[in-house]
């Protein structure tokens, strides 16, 4: 199984989107080379490595001009994966995870970026 995250600055004004095979490895990875707190608001799971890759690739060309880091200073681990925080992005995520509804494993229900598609998940 692989996981495609979604992860949410903890100022609320990026996210950031990827895929990996251990989420709780990759995230602890993240968590020591990104300058800035952040948190895991939704992880969905695929039977493929290809599913995932396709997924985050779409949204990385949909959202190419969304993203946060391109100029910064300091390049860090995945800091080409963070998009900003807007209306446009919110709306279009908002598309992408009602999609994926069946595939969440993961939800934390209080998100700038997903407010409005918290999903009720089966205990």
């Not at 963070?82 to 939800?107: E, P, S």
Request: charged letters at 25%; hydrophobic letters at 35%.
């Amino acid at each position: 199984m692989y996981s495609f995250y979604i992860l949410e600055s903890n100022d609320g004004k990026n996210f950031k989107i990827g895929i990996a095979g251990n989420c709780g490895y990759r995230h602890k990875a993240l968590f020591d080379a990104t300058p800035f707190g952040f948190s895991c608001i939704r992880i969905y799971k695929f039977e493929t490595i290809t599913q995932a890759k396709a997924l985050e690739s779409a949204i990385k060309l949909r959202l190419v001009g969304y993203r946060s880091f391109t100029d910064y200073h300091q390049k860090f681990d995945g800091y080409t994966e963070w998009f900003t925080i807007n209306t446009f992005t919110r709306k279009f995520m908002g598309t992408i995870v009602t999609g994926l509804k069946g595939r969440c494993v993961f939800d934390k229900p209080r998100s700038h970026l997903l407010s409005d598609f918290h999903i009720k998940l089966r205990a």
